[in-house]
């Protein structure tokens, strides 16, 4: 395998490892297809899935990078690709430590920065520019915020969220819950924490990702994970376990962990995750025109989310903004001769 040169951020605590597919000199494998979709699926292989993808050369890499000793359980991160046409500055293959997702919100916040910071995406010193970014969801956009030649923000503009099913009951070993779905880039089961007994805590986490993972379970045939676009987009990709807090003068206030994959825990409010968030308040009358939420994850960052006055049949278009920061750069390589190999994972 070649070195692998990576740039490393965090949005809101949550990592994010940037592969650049399209540099120039890259030797690493590719994954064929005519739009971001369509290589989504050649890297997830024949009768594989999203967290049960085929091995191959490309998959390879996620997993040298995700694994320990170069990464970890909770290691995110993306491979650049070529965008689907001329409309994008290019596109994305998100994964993890358990195989690839169709949207990832914080994932584009650090991209957008990244594009305006290595230069690739002119941009002013004062004020902001649009990164368009071709997901296997779709288009998505961040627009990266400028002040004194610094970055000081991404928002991210996601594909349209729309709700799907409501109060579905969930028996788990904690009780019984009635969780709602919702379509994102991604799909979402939303359920209070306190349904269960437990608050949105470090200490309460063990069980939160346990109860995350029998919900993702029990709702894998659920009707409502469904999405028209086929099966690359259908299934429960994360379990959003929140948590009320006193609202704001601007809107609603939340806590919230989301437990996705095979029971990851993203440390930030999870940005798609915070779209079908705001696509259940909507709907509920809770977030009005003008009015924010205000999203915190467990370790207590926090995204600010609103509804954009637009959309239509497919859903409402919203908008998440957070903090990218750059964390390192790296250059991995596997020596043939190390007895681990690519890695491993506790």
Not at 25 to 47: K, Q, S
Not at 80 to 99: E, I, N, Q, R, T
Not at 116 to 144: I, K, L, M
Request: charged fraction near 20%; hydrophobic fraction near 40%; proline fraction near 7%.
């Amino acid at each position: 395998m070649s070195t692998v040169r990576t740039t490393d951020y965090h949005t809101a605590g949550e990592p994010f490892r940037i592969v650049d597919l399209t540099a120039p000199g890259t030797v690493l494998p590719t994954a064929p297809g005519d739009t971001v979709a369509e290589r989504c699926a050649t890297a997830i292989g024949p009768a594989g899935s999203g967290t049960a993808p085929r091995r191959g050369a490309l998959d390879d890499v996620r997993r040298l990078l995700v694994r320990e000793p170069r990464g970890h359980a909770g290691m995110y991160g993306g491979f650049v690709v070529p965008p689907d046409d001329d409309g994008a500055h290019f596109g994305v293959l998100f994964w993890h430590k358990d195989g690839y997702s169709t949207a990832c919100g914080h994932g584009t916040m650090a991209l957008g920065a990244w594009a305006v910071d290595s230069g690739r995406v002119p941009a002013p010193d004062d004020g902001g520019v649009r990164v368009r970014v071709d997901v296997p969801s779709g288009r998505v956009t961040a627009t990266v915020h400028r002040s004194g030649g610094r970055t000081t923000g991404v928002t991210f503009r996601n594909v349209p969220a729309r709700v799907s099913s409501r109060k579905v009951p969930v028996a788990t070993t904690l009780g019984l819950a009635e969780v709602d779905i919702a379509h994102a880039g991604a799909c979402y089961a939303s359920v209070a924490a306190r349904d269960f007994g437990l608050d949105v805590s470090t200490a309460a986490l063990p069980s939160l990702v346990r109860v995350g993972q029998e919900l993702r379970a029990a709702l894998a045939t659920h009707p409502g994970t469904w999405h028209p676009g086929g099966p690359l987009l259908s299934g429960v990709y994360g379990v959003i376990l929140y948590e009320e807090l006193p609202d704001t003068p601007f809107g609603p206030h939340q806590r919230n962990v989301t437990v996705f994959a095979d029971g990851q825990i993203d440390r930030s409010p999870c940005g798609s995750g915070t779209s079908a968030r705001l696509a259940l308040l909507a709907e509920d009358g809770r977030l009005g025109e003008g009015e924010d939420l205000l999203h915190e994850s467990v370790i207590g960052t926090v995204f600010t989310g609103r509804v954009v006055p637009a959309g239509g049949a497919d859903g409402v278009l919203t908008e998440v903004t957070g903090t990218a920061y750059r964390t390192g750069e790296h250059a991995f390589t596997l020596d043939p001769h190390d007895a681990l190999g690519a890695g491993f994972l506790l």
